[in-house]
């Protein structure tokens, strides 16, 4: 009996000098490629912020949007600060709030509003299945006027490049 109880005892001894406590080593992670920010300067958010554009999802085109003043329409594209919007859709048989974030740059001599691979806004509220088109229409690359004098905002579909990594 005390051979058994001298081998257990060796052999519990045994096992726990086994089990020392890894250390495990930091692995440190590289610098990840920050996205292109655009300077504030050059967007038209601040210009934005706060106002309403109203417009009318039926009557607009696949590839384009007009919004405008006339409060008459039914949907509202809400600009709620200087990154923020909540569209509104007040259709018969739909109803719908799209949230996200937007960033729009300002014309530059009559040239278009997009960088290559730049899309304006970012939806962050899940798709609803009546506003598909919407949706896909807002999430792609769109070639943005706003004229403040005659207080229209006019969207129309851009060409939808991949964004492009220097060097390659």
Not at 33 to 40: G, N, Q, S
Not at 75 to 99: M, W
Not at 113 to 125: D, E, M, N, Y
């Amino acid at each position: 009996m005390k051979k058994i109880i001298l081998i257990l005892l060796c052999f519990s001894q045994t096992v726990f000098a086994q089990r020392k406590k890894k250390t495990v080593e930091e692995i440190p992670l590289k610098q990840q490629i920050e996205e292109y920010k655009i300077p504030e300067d050059q967007l038209l958010n601040g210009t934005l912020k706060g106002s309403k554009w109203y417009f009318d999802m039926k009557n607009d085109k696949e590839a384009e949007l007009y919004l405008d003043k006339d409060n008459r329409k039914p949907d509202v594209l809400n600009f709620v600060d200087g990154k923020r919007f909540q569209i509104t859709i007040n259709q018969g048989n739909c109803k719908s709030v799209i949230k996200g974030t937007y960033e729009i740059k300002k014309m530059n001599d009559g040239s278009t509003t997009v960088q290559l691979g730049h899309h304006p806004f970012k939806i962050t509220s899940p798709p609803k299945k009546c506003v598909a088109k919407l949706y896909g229409f807002l999430s792609g690359a769109i070639d943005i006027t706003v004229d403040e004098n005659r207080q229209i905002i006019e969207m129309k579909e851009g060409e939808n490049f991949p964004p492009t990594v220097p060097g390659y």
